[in-house]
Protein backbone atom coordinates (compact mmCIF):
# COMPACT_ATOMS: atom_id res chain seq x y z
CA UNK A 1 0.00 0.00 0.00
CA UNK A 2 1.34 3.29 -0.95
CA UNK A 3 1.40 6.23 2.18
CA UNK A 4 -0.33 9.81 1.27
CA UNK A 5 2.54 12.08 1.87
CA UNK A 6 1.51 14.42 5.19
CA UNK A 7 0.15 18.00 4.21
CA UNK A 8 2.15 21.06 5.87
CA UNK A 9 -0.54 23.71 5.89
CA UNK A 10 1.10 26.39 7.95
CA UNK A 11 -1.72 28.88 6.76
CA UNK A 12 -5.21 30.23 8.59
CA UNK A 13 -6.69 28.58 5.31
CA UNK A 14 -8.34 25.40 5.74
CA UNK A 15 -7.38 22.38 3.97
CA UNK A 16 -10.75 22.09 1.98
CA UNK A 17 -10.69 25.49 0.66
CA UNK A 18 -6.83 24.72 -0.80
CA UNK A 19 -7.81 21.32 -2.10
CA UNK A 20 -11.04 23.47 -3.86
CA UNK A 21 -8.58 25.93 -5.17
CA UNK A 22 -6.43 23.31 -6.19
CA UNK A 23 -9.05 20.92 -8.25
CA UNK A 24 -10.23 24.37 -10.34
CA UNK A 25 -7.17 25.83 -11.27
CA UNK A 26 -5.65 22.17 -12.07
CA UNK A 27 -7.08 21.68 -15.45
CA UNK A 28 -6.07 25.07 -16.59
CA UNK A 29 -2.43 24.32 -15.58
CA UNK A 30 -2.27 21.22 -17.13
CA UNK A 31 -3.96 22.92 -20.51
CA UNK A 32 -0.92 25.53 -20.44
CA UNK A 33 1.77 22.89 -20.14
CA UNK A 34 0.45 20.57 -22.54
CA UNK A 35 0.37 23.49 -24.88
CA UNK A 36 2.94 24.45 -27.47
CA UNK A 37 3.49 28.07 -25.42
CA UNK A 38 3.74 26.11 -22.15
CA UNK A 39 6.35 23.47 -23.51
CA UNK A 40 8.90 26.85 -24.68
CA UNK A 41 8.17 28.07 -21.38
CA UNK A 42 9.10 25.18 -19.68
CA UNK A 43 11.98 24.30 -21.60
CA UNK A 44 13.19 27.85 -20.94
CA UNK A 45 12.86 27.56 -17.01
CA UNK A 46 14.47 24.51 -17.04
CA UNK A 47 17.89 25.61 -19.23
CA UNK A 48 17.80 28.67 -16.31
CA UNK A 49 17.57 26.28 -13.60
CA UNK A 50 20.75 24.17 -15.48
CA UNK A 51 22.45 27.27 -16.17
CA UNK A 52 22.12 28.20 -12.07
CA UNK A 53 22.83 24.57 -11.14
CA UNK A 54 26.28 24.78 -12.73
CA UNK A 55 27.31 28.44 -12.00
CA UNK A 56 26.42 27.42 -8.29
CA UNK A 57 28.78 24.50 -9.14
CA UNK A 58 31.73 26.52 -9.87
CA UNK A 59 31.86 28.75 -7.49
Not at 22 to 36: H, K, N, Q, T, V
Amino acid sequence: MSRRKKLINRTDIPQYQIEAIARCIMPDILAFYESEEGQREFAKWKEQREGSKREAETE
